[in-house]
Nanobody, 121 residues
Framework: QVQLVESGGGLVQPGGSLRLSCAASRSIFSIYAMAWYRQAPGKERELVAVVTKGGITNSVDSVKGRFTISRDNAKNTVYLQMNSLKPEDTAVYYC???????????????WGQGTQVTVSS
């Protein structure tokens, strides 16, 4: 059974930090690239950051220099370290397993339940 379980969300003030975690089934973690997406109210779900099986990372321009994605293969866990958070980062954050091709990422239908991140004073 494929499972992705996110944790680490919460309420934080602007400029603060959070670290999200996603624990994955061993059956998928060793095979796929992993990614974080987010969905704000009334908006489409958007890709935030990707880490390949080999640890190569990429992220969207709006979070570059603030968010860092990483994976711990021994723990079957992917992380999203979020610093200098802004109100516009408020969203439900989802973990995904997929494949990376060049600079692109194709999500497979493996999603976690999501974790809420709220940035507000």
């Amino acid at each position: 059974q494929v499972q992705l379980v996110e944790s680490g969300g919460g309420l934080v003030q602007p400029g603060g930090s959070l670290r999200l975690s996603c624990a994955a089934s061993r059956s998928i973690f060793s095979i796929y690239a992993m990614a974080w997406y987010r969905q704000a109210p009334g908006k489409e779900r958007e890709l935030v950051a990707v880490v390949t099986k080999g640890g190569i990372t990429n992220s969207v321009d709006s979070v570059k220099g603030r968010f860092t994605i990483s994976r711990d293969n021994a723990k079957n866990t992917v992380y999203l370290q979020m610093n200098s958070l802004k109100p516009e980062d408020t969203a439900v954050y989802y973990c995904n397993a997929g494949t990376s091709i060049g600079n692109g990422y194709i999500p497979y239908n493996y999603w976690g339940q999501g974790t809420q991140v709220t940035v507000s004073s």
